[in-house]
């Protein structure tokens, strides 16, 4: 039960996250994944089908930078639209979080 | 579990993806490792982390299917739609897999049936009038005609039943994408 509703939480949360994760700074995948492994408990292995998805969305956008060793790395960046979409569910999450803790709150 | 080993069962899990989209994914994978190696985590330990390869390639598989049949609905990308969820492989499809085939099959004699008397409609309203003699040619025109409406009827039917089956199905299989299903799906669309 705990878990069932765990997964159903980070559902929900999970495009979100990566959102404010990019919005104060561009990162490369597996910064975006160990965050979010770290915090949240996702699968490190999620988080690229989701990154390529928000890209077909067109919420991020990508570029390579060069590194010491080793290929290239890409990073994602918020587009115009992904910092949009972040303003708009970081509104609609505070809001919601604040109705649910007053109920939580009132519960005991 | 190494790296090597990961990514043989990831790519292999891959086969049937369009070249392009599975070395950029492979590619993903592979970066991480590097990153995990630099970070100081073992092969192993990046490899836990990261999930079952053969589950994870075939969730992809399986959404890439769908997704194909979304952008376009034609026969080969129903088919494709088809093939990716029976690929995700759980048990309770297999369970509904003779229940489908019937229902495959009754739609597949619909669209014979309806192809056939859309012929025998054409060739009743061309070639009925030197034929049939006695009968008055208005009667046998409109005959044909009948016939070749009543069989667009059905195959307009058919084709949208068919529809309906394979997006049912899609949804279906859209539920057994365990692994990442929050991660393909729109924030906006789920429940």
């Not at chain 1, 997964?7 to 990566?18: P, S």
């Not at chain 2, 390639?57 to 494709?80: H, I, M, Q, V, Y």
């Not at chain 2, 309906?164 to 365990?178: C, D, E, I, Q, S």
């Amino acid at each position: 039960m705990v878990e069932a509703v765990q997964v159903q939480l980070k559902k929900g949360v999970l495009e979100l996250c990566v959102l404010a994760l990019l919005s104060s700074a561009d990162a490369y995948g597996y910064e975006i994944a160990s965050r979010l492994a770290k915090g949240i408990g996702m699968g490190e292995g999620t988080v690229y089908p989701l990154m390529r998805r928000m890209q077909a969305d067109g919420l991020v956008e990508t570029y390579l930078v060069e590194s010491s060793a080793g290929p290239p790395r890409k990073y994602y960046k918020l587009t115009a639209a992904g910092r949009a979409s972040f303003t708009a569910q970081k509104a609609e999450w505070s809001q919601f979080s604040l109705a649910v803790n007053e109920i939580l709150g009132g519960s005991q | 579990m190494n790296r090597q080993t990961f990514m043989n069962r990831f790519r292999n899990g891959l086969a049937g993806l369009a070249p392009k989209a599975a070395d950029e994914l492979a590619a993903d994978y592979e970066a991480h490792f590097a990153d995990g190696a630099a970070a100081g985590r073992s092969e192993t330990e990046v490899a836990d982390a990261l999930g079952d390869p053969d589950r994870l390639a075939r969730e992809l598989r399986a959404e890439t299917g769908l997704k194909r049949w979304e952008a376009e609905r034609n026969p080969s990308a129903a088919f494709s739609a088809v093939i990716a969820v029976l690929g995700l492989g759980a048990i309770d499809i297999l369970v509904l897999l003779p229940i489908l085939l019937g229902i495959a099959g009754a739609l597949f004699g619909f669209l014979i049936t309806a192809l056939a008397c859309l012929a025998a409609g054409a060739v009743l309203l061309v070639a009925g009038p030197f034929w049939v003699i006695g009968a008055p040619t208005a009667a046998i025109v409109l005959a044909g005609l009948g016939l070749m409406f009543a069989a667009s009827c059905v195959g307009l039917v058919t084709a949208i039943v068919s529809i309906g089956f394979v997006n049912a199905l899609v949804w279906y299989g859209r539920l057994h994408l365990t692994l990442l299903k929050p991660a393909l799906e729109p924030q906006g669309s789920a429940t």
